[in-house]
């Protein structure tokens, strides 16, 4: 499977953006509910927290369009409507 530059770029830049998003989140729940370790915190995004709901549905639909460049290497993936 060969992958055109601009997906691997768009790709990685994407897979930042979800590390940034969910290191952010976590600094943020953080603070209002005190230091947990990676298990606890992954339990609060599977269970969804309100705290970072929102944030669930930015990481997917990055998630959705960087695994898609990996299944679909003959076709572009198109973003999402906003």
């Not at 370790?37 to 959705?64: C, M, T, W």
Request: no cysteine; charged share 20%.
């Amino acid at each position: 499977m060969v992958l055109s530059l601009q997906a691997v770029t768009l790709r990685r830049a994407l897979l930042e953006l979800h590390r940034a998003i969910i290191a952010e989140e976590r600094a943020g729940y953080e603070r209002r509910a005190g230091q947990v370790n990676a298990a606890a915190f992954l339990r609060v995004l599977i269970e969804l927290s309100p705290d970072v709901a929102y944030a669930h549905g930015v990481v997917k639909q990055a998630l959705r369009y960087a695994t898609s460049a990996w299944q679909e290497p003959s076709r572009s993936p198109a973003l999402p409507a906003s």
